[in-house]
């Protein structure tokens, strides 16, 4: 069983008489991908640099690898890799010297490590060039070589993808899954772009106005309650009578019928169909997106 990574117990943040984190519980274990999303002023940042150590907690504890962050910051803290907001680089230095500045506040960080890890992000034709002439992209690129030179068992980025072109975000993309798989890596990710959250992350928890508001699976079909269904059929006029008489709600679209149902309740839509003489040609489930999950459970506002 993999251990938990981060551990979140009853975090509260107060600013003034303001409370703007209201007792956040999540944990992430060891080779997890988990998406952390959420509208804009919903207390995402907060919540990641509480966990970091930039911003004092009012209440509850973190905990990294059973290491407290308030009791026992150092030990905790050297287990975190992050990029919060922006990369923080010298630019009037080269990749290279930035990598080899950052390894030197790490025990045990070697020239080969560094080595390894420009490969990784693929900086190597770069690396010898001043950070200041980098792209957003390749600064990207090089904040995520910084946090990761001392190997840490938790990793947390704040739009690691931001400024990358398509094949740029897929190489982010497929290293961070490789990263938790091989190395058995934690990594939190925040991100705007939620097709891409669906495609990293095992899990994502979705906080509004300071708390969590839903945690799931991405991939767990089960934690759809209802789902809209395409029935194609010849007498639309009969479908529709049956639905109604079930109390679905219809939405018409060309020559095809959308119903939103529960998805066990299929089979017995489909059976009162055919005894009604309707003819059947087709039942297509339509699978919400995680973009649609969340404008569901948020009500549509901006994401941060």
């Given at each position: ?39 804009n ?11 970091v ?27 975190i ?15 290279w ?6 390894a ?5 960080v ?23 002439k ?8 090089l ?17 690691p ?23 058995n890596?934690?990594?939190?990710i925040?991100?705007h ?14 906080i509004?106005?300071?708390e969590?508001?839903s ?10 309650s209802?789902?809209k269904?395409?029935?194609?059929v ?29 998805r066990e309740d299929?089979p017995?839509v ?10 059947v040609y ?13 404008l ?8 941060e």
């Amino acid at each position: 069983m993999s251990q938990v990574a981060l551990e979140l117990k009853d975090v509260k943040k107060k600013i003034g008489k303001k409370e703007i984190i209201k007792g956040i519980n999540l944990s992430i274990n060891q080779g997890e991908v988990y998406g952390f999303i959420g509208p804009n002023g919903a207390g995402k940042t907060t919540t990641i640099r509480m966990i970091v150590g930039l911003m004092r907690l009012t209440g509850g504890d973190v905990k990294i690898l059973g290491k407290s962050i308030q009791s026992d910051y150092k030990l905790a803290a050297k287990n975190i890799g992050a990029i919060v907001e922006n990369p923080e680089l010298y630019p009037f230095m080269t990749g290279w010297q930035n990598l080899m500045h950052y390894a030197r506040m790490y025990q045990g960080v070697t020239k080969e490590r560094v080595e390894e890890v420009i490969s990784l992000v693929g900086l190597e034709k770069v690396v010898n060039d001043k950070v200041g002439k980098y792209s957003l992209g390749m600064r990207q690129r090089l904040g995520i070589a910084q946090a990761i030179l001392h190997k840490p068992a938790l990793l947390i980025l704040d739009e690691p993808t931001n400024g990358l072109d398509p094949a740029g975000i897929r190489e982010i993309r497929d290293y961070i899954r490789e990263l938790a798989v091989k190395d058995n890596v934690a990594v939190m990710i925040s991100s705007h772009l939620l097709s891409e959250i669906e495609l990293m992350c095992d899990r994502i928890g979705i906080i509004q106005q300071g708390e969590v508001i839903s945690e799931r699976a991405v991939h767990d079909e089960s934690t759809d309650s209802q789902l809209k269904v395409i029935f194609e059929v010849k007498q639309n006029d009969k479908a529709q009578e049956v639905f109604e008489e079930k109390e679905l709600t219809i939405e018409k679209e060309s020559n095809k019928l959308i119903v939103k149902l529960d998805r066990e309740d299929i089979p017995n839509v489909v059976k009162s169909l055919i005894e009604k003489d309707v003819e059947v040609y087709g039942v297509t489930p339509i699978k919400a997106t995680l973009e649609d999950q969340f404008l569901e459970l948020t009500g549509g506002n901006v994401i941060e």
